[in-house]
């Protein structure tokens, strides 16, 4: 079992960045790779980055090829995405979840709350 706690959402004009980390709780946190999702209101969640469970691979939804860095720290149980360049089009609510580190979302067995991530124009 794996508890998923986001954190570091918040508004930021465009062209800012923002950080969000997620916490894992769990002695298995190295075993998971790990995502990124966001949902737009009245949009699917979509993906947005992974990390597999070593850190050694990453994936990126084209939309944020070169905006977004994703990260983990497994002595600290952490994945941190790391948003630069924001686009009004980056809002939404971002999830951390634990699975397969592929990037679809039934490849993933546990979810955060999700943080707001706000994007002004």
């Known amino acids: 079992q794996v508890q998923l706690v986001e954190s570091g959402g918040g508004l930021v004009q465009a062209g800012g960045s923002l950080r969000l980390s997620c916490a894992a709780s769990?002695?298995?946190?190295?075993?998971?790779?790990m995502g990124w999702f966001r949902q737009a209101p009245g949009k699917e969640r979509e993906f947005v980055a992974a990390?597999?469970?070593?850190?050694?691979?990453?994936d990126y939804a084209d939309s944020v090829k070169g905006r977004f860095t994703i990260s983990r720290d497994n002595a600290r149980n952490t994945v941190a995405l790391q948003m630069n360049s924001l686009k009004p089009e980056d809002t939404g609510v971002y999830y951390c979840?634990?699975?397969?580190?592929?990037?679809?979302?039934?490849?993933?067995?546990?979810w955060g709350q999700g943080t707001q991530v706000t994007v002004s124009s």
């Open positions: 979840a634990a699975g397969r580190a592929g990037n679809r979302r039934y490849e993933y067995n546990y």
């Open positions: 769990g002695r298995t946190f190295g075993y998971y790779g």
């Open positions: 990390i597999n469970w070593s850190g050694g691979s990453t």
